[in-house]
């Protein structure tokens, strides 16, 4: 059977980027795959973050990954801290593996570390080393398969770069994974700057729909998206960023082509046309609100799940790190 491994880092409450990027995917994988998903907490920390509220953030990622309909019954959903000893190990091997330059060339690292330093912050070592975190969290768990955004191309490729010399070297322990993207909304852009990618970290609110936000304010979000000065919807990244973002939102929330919006909007004008892909966005989100409402009152029980997701991904991921030791010729415990 496929085995199929993701994560989201607990920054802030989901976008329709994460969405439609990733979790669709990961949703529909777990009907054919063995699938395991991950809050990554770990990975949360390097960039500076507020103690007071990571542990918060975490649970309620987990709900709003089951409110949009990850099954903990059929998957494996856990918290990268919980095993946090098995992941951090992996990495420490792979460290010895992975080169500096191809870390430094990492986009992410370029864009994030320009960031700390515009905020007179710290351009951590775990920046750099992040992907390698990355690596450890796939690799452990033999993933076939890794849905994500187009964002993440280059992560995925340098997870099977670090296994693939691995292996060269020490044995064939890992299997090498390969990313899996959705056809449309690979890459969801911020809705007041389509030539940016959606994302929390985004300067305004306004530019971003959160998968909790009430319908109105979607409406409205989608109703002031920054559109260029022409009347005809049509599918051009180039020339048209925001109508053809706003285009693949709506491919992406109603299973149509993309070529059938453009027929029915095309000479509708542009306040037609907002105002349906602001009504698919909310159809589409209705069921998840409405479990994310019920989820809400108990985070005891999310919690308990979790802690039985760490069990059931321990059981998978240590036995990985063991041969990882043994192929590298770590001396066995007595
Ligand atoms: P993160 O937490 O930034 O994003 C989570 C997922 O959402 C996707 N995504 C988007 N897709 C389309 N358009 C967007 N605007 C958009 N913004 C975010 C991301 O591609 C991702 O799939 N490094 C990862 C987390 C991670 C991980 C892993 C992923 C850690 N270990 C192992 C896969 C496998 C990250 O920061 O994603």
Not at 132 to 138: F, G, H, K, N, Y
Not at 193 to 222: A, F, H, Q, W, Y
Not at 279 to 290: F, Y
């Amino acid at each position: 059977m496929t085995r199929v491994f993701s994560g989201m880092q607990p920054t802030g409450d989901l976008h329709l980027g994460n969405h439609l990027g990733a979790l669709v995917n990961w949703v529909r994988m777990q009907e054919t795959a063995d699938v395991t998903y991950c809050v990554v907490d770990l990975h949360a920390i390097t960039m500076a973050h507020d103690p007071a509220v990571l542990a918060d953030r975490t649970v309620g990622l987990a709900m709003q990954f089951v409110a949009a309909g990850v099954d903990p019954d059929r998957s494996t959903l856990f918290v990268q801290s919980h095993v946090g000893d098995v992941h951090a190990q992996m990495t420490w091997l792979f460290d010895a593996v992975a080169g500096v330059g191809e870390l430094q060339k990492m986009p992410q690292f370029r864009e994030k570390s320009e960031q700390a330093a515009g905020r007179n912050g710290q351009v951590t070592a775990g920046l750099l080393t992040y992907p390698v975190l990355q690596t450890s969290d796939i690799l452990l768990y033999d993933a076939d398969e890794v849905p994500v955004g187009e964002d993440q191309r280059h992560h995925i490729e340098i997870a099977r770069d670090i296994g693939g010399r691995f292996n060269h070297r020490f044995g064939e322990v890992f299997v090498l994974p390969k990313a899996i993207f959705p056809e449309a909304a690979a890459r969801v852009m911020d809705l007041q700057d389509p030539t940016r990618k959606m994302s929390t970290s985004g300067e305004s609110d306004k530019g971003r729909i959160n998968l909790l936000d009430d319908p109105d304010r979607i409406l409205k979000k989608v109703r002031s998206a920054q559109t260029d000065s022409g009347r005809e919807v049509a599918y051009d990244r180039g020339d048209k960023a925001g109508v053809s973002n706003l285009l693949e939102i709506m491919a992406a929330a109603t299973g149509r082509t993309i070529d059938e919006l453009v027929d029915e909007y095309a000479d509708g004008g542009y306040g037609t046309f907002k105002a349906a892909v602001g009504e698919a966005i909310v159809e589409m989100l209705r069921p998840l609100q409405a479990r994310h409402a019920e989820l809400v009152d108990d985070p005891g029980e999310m919690k308990r799940l979790l802690a039985a997701g760490a069990d059931k991904a321990r059981a998978v991921s240590a036995p990985t790190l063991q041969r990882a030791k043994d192929a590298m010729g770590f001396l066995p415990a007595a």
